[in-house]
């Protein structure tokens, strides 16, 4: 049996106020092409299918055409909500689309919904678990009075969740899941949690022969080759300029017996980083052999601001996102703002404007608070 992985569409998304909404359409529907040409039975969509939990009709208006494009072609399709998704909107209509193996995972009340699948090889189990917080997972053993010790951090939350999983360890099994496991390496356009409080340890995942993770947008195996995340279908911040996406075909044999196969995703438009002077990046030795419709961060080395220069460097690179000095001014210039003031400033202060620079947000009022707690008790 064979399934398409993929995950964090992000579906709505802007980035530096340019919507990325045709370039989505473009990519779905070359993972439609993909899933056809591999011959898929199924599809795994592990979560972060919106940008946000209110996704825009225009959003909803391609999911579903994506959806029904699949169902029309007999693909089955697996997805679960991410953090980013409301768990209530994508569960709508689960009862009605799973007649057409359509299966969404439903709002999570302790029971991970399963489907059943069988081929030459006999059964096989696909699981469906929701991003999970530990408060959802807390509320639910409260509410059951098993007196079952309360999960405090995201691995436990997990643990439980899969301990309470109807699996039979003689079948194959295969997760969809949205969290982060220890050791997976992030970049700049993911949510962060500080401390690393959302992570889970991938023995939790054991039991399954594949993992088919959400949640991380750089692809990458974690532990083993088969709990893998498979990365975003397209690049969300230049951090991720450098890397190769793609959608991972998961074929499954008999029991222990799974080979994993990458398919590169080709953009509408890519993402690169382009540095130098302005009479170098816009001499046309330059960028002539380049594809100049790509999204572009520019870097320029004068030492002098050029007039005017976003505009005059959009009528070479139109889809120009973001443009920066790199001279010996602005050196200076971050030198002494990282500087100025410290002394003036508490522990707190320091830490929210170091995190504000990392992740070009921020704190939110939760976390100023964890990390207040943190450092009162260090006193």
Not at 252 to 259: F, P, S
């Amino acid at each position: 049996m064979k399934f398409l992985h993929i995950s964090d569409l992000h579906l709505g998304k802007r980035i530096n106020e340019f919507s990325m909404m045709e370039d989505q359409i473009y990519i779905l529907n070359q993972i439609l092409e993909i899933a056809q040409s591999k011959q898929a039975d199924g599809i795994l969509i592990a979560g972060d299918i919106y940008d946000k939990p209110i996704p825009s009709a225009e959003a909803v208006k391609a999911f579903d055409a994506f959806l029904t494009k699949l169902a029309d072609l007999q693909i089955k399709v697996f997805a679960v909500s991410g953090n980013h998704d409301s768990p209530e909107r994508i569960a709508f209509g689960a009862q009605l689309m799973s007649g057409r193996d359509v299966y969404v995972s439903p709002v999570y009340d302790g029971a991970a919904a399963k489907i059943t699948l069988t081929d030459d090889y006999g059964e096989l189990h696909v699981h469906l678990l929701p991003f999970l917080k530990p408060a959802i997972m807390r509320h639910i053993l409260e509410k059951e009075h098993t007196g079952e010790e309360l999960p405090q951090s995201y691995h436990d939350a997990v643990k439980a969740a899969v301990g309470r999983m109807e699996m039979d360890p003689q079948k194959r099994n295969i997760l969809v899941a949205h969290q982060f496991v220890t050791g997976a390496g992030r970049c700049d356009s993911e949510d962060v949690s500080v401390g690393g409080l959302d992570n889970v340890d991938a023995e939790v995942f054991d039991a399954f022969d594949y993992v088919a993770l959400g949640h991380i947008h750089s692809p990458q195996a974690v532990k083993r080759e088969t709990v893998r995340y498979c990365g975003t279908p397209l690049k969300y911040s230049f951090s991720e300029a450098e890397q190769k996406k793609a959608a991972v075909i998961v074929e499954c044999g008999k029991k222990g017996q799974v080979t994993l196969e990458t398919v590169p995703l080709v953009p509408l438009h890519d993402m690169r980083k382009i540095r130098g002077t302005y009479m170098e990046v816009t001499a046309r030795s330059f960028y002539q052999d380049m594809n100049t419709d790509d999204y572009v961060q520019i870097t320029l080395t004068d030492e002098e601001d050029v007039p005017d220069a976003l505009a005059k460097l959009r009528t070479v690179y139109p889809n120009l996102m973001q443009l920066a000095y790199d001279n010996s001014r602005t050196r200076q210039n971050q030198a002494v703002e990282m500087t100025e003031g410290v002394q003036q400033k508490t522990e707190l202060e320091l830490f929210e404007e170091f995190y504000e620079m990392q992740n070009n947000q921020p704190m939110s009022r939760e976390q100023v608070g964890f990390v207040r707690g943190l450092i009162e008790g260090m006193r």
